[in-house]
């Protein structure tokens, strides 16, 4: 008979639940970046920031050569459209610096892990959302990189600047950027929404930054994040007095919920794109150089474990790239049990993982979580987790799977009465 297990804790990434803004950081974030690598069990990781999600094609040669020459021959993706390589030697540094920069990926070392940044990735290509999100996140991320202070941000920070559909305005952002229509955009942090013009709006997301460090100071508990302030009413003055300095004129908007739109779905946009996602978010070296086989290819890296490339010539090389991509072992169908699987790194990388857990991952077939999210986790860290409902398969170091039900309102976890399944 199969046993129950109860709900472990969820740990929501950005919610500004109570226990979050009670927590005092005694140390700052040991976030990897691309020169800062964390030791892993199969050797370096380093994790690069794409503030635009924007490849090149030549970038995607550079970094699947890299991988070759430096590590496991594989990149990974990250919920937040970061890109990891795993099995590095301790003394690539300097190789990894020099690599990364000739290929224009490292403009600031001193920044590179504060560049966090998730940007709408269908902007511009599908005839939804207003305003040129691409040309603002290129603006806000050279202003991040011309100042010293914004080093004091976390690697955890987030900006997410959307088109206004609402996609990565659901992700949590720390600041949220969000474009509406008639050249406006809406700065939201925390609870807080002021509105602005379209023109201003990469210079008030860095006020908002610059408010959040303010007040973290002033509050001496080390937050890494707008959640973990102590409250609203101390960012609010923070957050007026810096877009005043900063010179952007702002009114008060209505906090409200952010949207919540659904992510790009696999398969063609319009007549010159097409989306696709990577089984479990890794992907070999030969896979990515597929993305972008042609020099005027533009690879966009979506938080959903994803790429968009742009760029193509029109409808009929639109469907070839498609089908090619389907060939190397993308999802590219919007019906694939796949699309829900998620599951973090496991053995042999994670020295904390119970189980293989990518060789275990799999869609569920149980009528009640059929089509549910399903995040598979080696150890109750979940890293990588989705947000809002899903089933979580947690390793109990027994050969099974305990599966709970995770729902947005932390309150209704809930143990899913067919609680385990077989490796
Ligand atoms: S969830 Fe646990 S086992 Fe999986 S990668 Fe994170 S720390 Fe490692």
Known sequence: ?????????????????????????????????????????DGGLARLRLPTGVLTARQVAALADLSDRLGDGRIGVTSRGNLDLRGLPDDCGLTLAELLGGAGLLPSAAHERVRNMVVSPLAGLDG??????????????????????????????????????????????????????????????????????????????????????????????????????????????????????AG?????????????????????VGECAVSVVAPLGRVTTEQFRALAPGDGDEVRVTPWRGFVVAGLPGRAEAERRLAALEAAGYLVRPGSPWLAVTACTGRPGCGKALADVRADARPLDDPPLRGMPVHWSGCERRCGHPQGDWVDALATGYGTYALTVRTARRDNDDAHPQAQAQR
């Open 128 to 245: 939804r959302g207003f305003g040129d999100v691409q040309a603002w996140a290129r603006e806000l991320d050279a202003l991040l990189c011309a100042q010293a202070w914004t080093t004091g941000l976390s690697g955890r920070f987030l900006f997410a600047v959307d088109d206004g559909r609402g996609d990565v305005a659901a992700l949590g952002g720390d600041v949220t950027l969000l474009a509406e229509p008639g050249g406006r955009a809406l700065v939201r942090i925390g609870g807080l929404a002021r509105r602005v013009a379209a023109g201003d709006a990469p210079v008030a997301a860095l006020a908002a930054a610059e408010a959040f460090l303010t007040v973290a100071r002033e509050a001496g508990t080390g937050a890494w994040r707008v959640a973990e302030l102590p409250s609203d009413a101390a960012l609010e003055d923070a957050v007026t007095s810096c877009l005043a300095g």
């Open 1 to 41: 008979m199969l046993a129950a297990m109860p709900p472990t804790s969820p740990n929501p990434r950005n919610g500004g639940e109570a226990h979050i803004r009670e927590r005092v950081r005694d140390r700052a974030d040991a976030c990897p970046g691309a020169l800062r690598l964390h030791r892993a069990d």
């Open 248 to 268: 952007v004129a702002a009114a008060p908007a209505a906090g409200g919920a952010l949207p919540d739109a659904a992510p790009p779905v696999p398969g063609l």
